[in-house]
């Protein structure tokens, strides 16, 4: 069975600061990625994902992760923060070979920039 | 088009009662999903609906958990004999029903148990 590690359970960072949120899945098989935000009193939000393709994936809102197999990880960055990607940041794996509809999440990021 | 909607939106019980959480998905959507969130925890899934498939119940936590999808469409969670560790939010989500389709989440439950 697949399992997420999201290492961090909390990031603070001034705005306009880098920032990196850790993903790492453990099953070497094909896999599918994704990753979910949801903001303070919402639901989830689809982020961006990975299907295939190229490894760099970006959202309209300026985060991107990259797929590394070889680590089998799926960090997702951001070059400079708002004050407005406060929110809780949720990877989610999925199987690729079709063993498994359902999704697996980490148990999340809390991303929290200061002015 | 509207979005995965769920009610009610907050449930104040007491220890021992039952309750009943509703999930009404996105329309034409064939895969239901149930996860838990609780504090710290992430989500925990719960029970997963294919189509006319059986349901994956491999999540729910006992027996005073079960959930049913009626008509493929609407599902209800019924959680019997509450107990204060069930306290949390309960999320729905719902969608095209193949792996690589990302889940549309409603807004949650959220469930205390006094």
């Known amino acids: 069975a697949q399992s997420v590690t999201q290492l961090d359970s909390q990031v603070p960072v001034f705005e306009e600061a880098p920032v990196e949120l850790r993903c790492n899945y453990s099953s070497s098989v094909s896999v599918y990625l994704f990753w979910y935000v949801q903001y303070p009193n919402q639901g989830l939000q689809l982020l961006l994902k990975y299907l295939s393709g190229s490894t760099l994936v970006e959202s309209i809102n300026g985060f991107e992760a990259e797929f590394n197999k070889s680590q089998t990880s799926f960090h997702l960055r951001k070059p400079s923060v708002h004050i407005s990607d406060t929110a809780e940041y949720f990877c989610a794996v999925t199987d690729a070979s079709g063993g498994s509809y359902i999704p697996t999440f980490g148990r999340g990021t809390s991303l929290i920039v200061h002015p | ?114």
């Open chain 2, 1 to 114: 088009g509207a979005g995965v909607s769920q009610s009610p939106s907050n449930k104040v019980t007491e220890k021992g009662k039952d309750v009943e959480l509703r999930c009404d998905p996105i329309s034409g959507h064939t895969a239901l999903y149930w996860y838990r969130q609780s504090l710290g925890q992430g989500l925990e899934f719960l029970i997963y609906f294919q189509g006319n498939s059986a349901p994956d119940k491999s999540g729910l936590p006992s027996d005073r958990f079960s959930a049913e999808r009626t008509g493929g469409s609407v599902s209800t969670l019924t959680i019997q004999r509450t107990q204060q560790e069930d306290s949390a939010v309960y999320l729905c989500a719902s969608s095209l029903g193949v792996n690589n389709s990302p889940l549309h989440f409603g807004n949650g439950t959220r469930l205390t148990v006094t």
